[in-house]
């Protein structure tokens, strides 16, 4: 009964700091979700997909691979 009661008042202070807390608290557990999730993708993406064939390699744009590196400025150095 008297939980009942309690949710019908008026929140104190400390309710308010209780609740500001447990909200720093779980938007700190999901900045480093986000940040371990951006960590796992640029793993994926420093993997080769396409066993070093670049030139033939849809990403070849955005690979961040030496691979690719190397073949982006062959491909400048031969005039595209
Ligand atoms: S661009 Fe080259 S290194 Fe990058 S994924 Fe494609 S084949 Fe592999």
Same mark, same amino acid.
């Given at each position: 009964?008297? =939980? *009942? #009661? =309690?949710?019908?008042?008026k929140p104190? *202070? *400390?309710? &308010?700091? =209780?609740a500001a807390g447990r909200f720093a /608290? &779980? $938007?700190g557990l999901a900045a480093i979700a986000w940040? &371990? $999730?951006r960590r796992g993708s640029s793993r994926r993406a420093s993997s080769c997909?396409? +066993?070093g064939l670049c030139r033939s390699c849809?990403?070849? +744009? $955005?690979?961040?691979?030496? /691979?690719a590196q190397y073949t982006r400025r =062959?491909? #400048?150095a031969d005039g595209g």
């Open positions: 009964m008297k =939980a *009942r #009661e =309690a949710k019908h008042e104190t *202070r *400390r309710d &308010l700091f =209780a /608290a &779980l $938007g940040l &371990l $999730g997909v396409n +066993d849809p990403k070849l +744009d $955005g690979c961040i691979l030496p /691979a =062959a491909k #400048e």
